[in-house]
C-alpha cells in the first residue's frame, strides 16, 4: 500500500507536461514578432487557444512555419498573410474586420439585441393581455358568480 501512495505522489509531484520547442533568434526583434504571431494564431485543432498556448500537432508545425518564415526574412504581416490565405480568417485569434468578417465581430451584439427585443415585446404583450376590459353583461355574470361564491 505504501508503495502505491509512494507512486501516486510521485506522479503528482512531477506533473506531466508536453516538451515545449525552443527557437534560436539572432535578432530580439525577429524574436518579439514571433510571439506576437503564436500569440495571435489560431489554433485549427483546439479553436479556443492560440498556437502559442496549444500542444497540438498542428499547433507545433505552425509554431515551426512561422519560426522559418521569420528566418527567411519575411515580416509579420507576410505570415499573417500567407496564413490567412492558406486557412482563411479564422487563424487569427482576432480577425480584422472586414465585410467578410463584419457577422464574427456583430453577430454577438445582433443576436443581444434580438433578444432584448423579443423579452420586451413578450413582456408588453403579457401585460396588454392581463388588462382584459368585460363589457356590461360579463360583467353582470362575473358578479353574481362572486356573490353566490360568498354566500356558500
Not at 7 to 23: I, R, T
Request: proline content about 3%; hydrophobic content about 40%.
Amino acid at each position: 500500500m505504501k508503495k502505491v501512495l509512494l507512486l501516486v505522489l510521485s506522479l503528482l509531484a512531477f506533473p506531466l507536461s508536453a516538451g515545449v520547442e525552443y527557437h534560436q533568434f539572432d535578432d530580439p526583434n525577429k524574436e518579439q514578432a514571433y510571439q506576437n504571431l503564436i500569440s495571435e494564431l489560431r489554433c485549427l485543432v483546439c479553436q479556443n487557444q492560440t498556437i502559442a498556448d496549444s500542444n497540438a500537432d498542428l499547433a507545433k508545425d505552425l509554431r515551426q512555419q512561422v519560426y522559418e518564415m521569420l528566418q527567411q526574412g519575411k515580416s509579420q504581416q507576410d505570415v499573417v498573410d500567407f496564413m490567412t490565405q492558406r486557412y482563411g480568417d479564422f487563424v487569427m485569434y482576432r480577425p480584422a474586420f472586414t465585410l467578410k468578417t463584419g457577422l464574427l465581430w456583430l453577430g454577438p451584439s445582433a443576436f443581444l439585441l434580438i433578444g432584448v427585443i423579443t423579452v420586451f415585446m413578450l413582456a408588453r404583450n403579457k401585460k396588454a393581455k392581463a388588462q382584459i376590459t368585460l363589457d356590461k353583461q360579463q360583467q353582470t355574470r362575473l358578479n353574481d358568480i362572486l356573490q353566490k361564491g360568498e354566500e356558500d
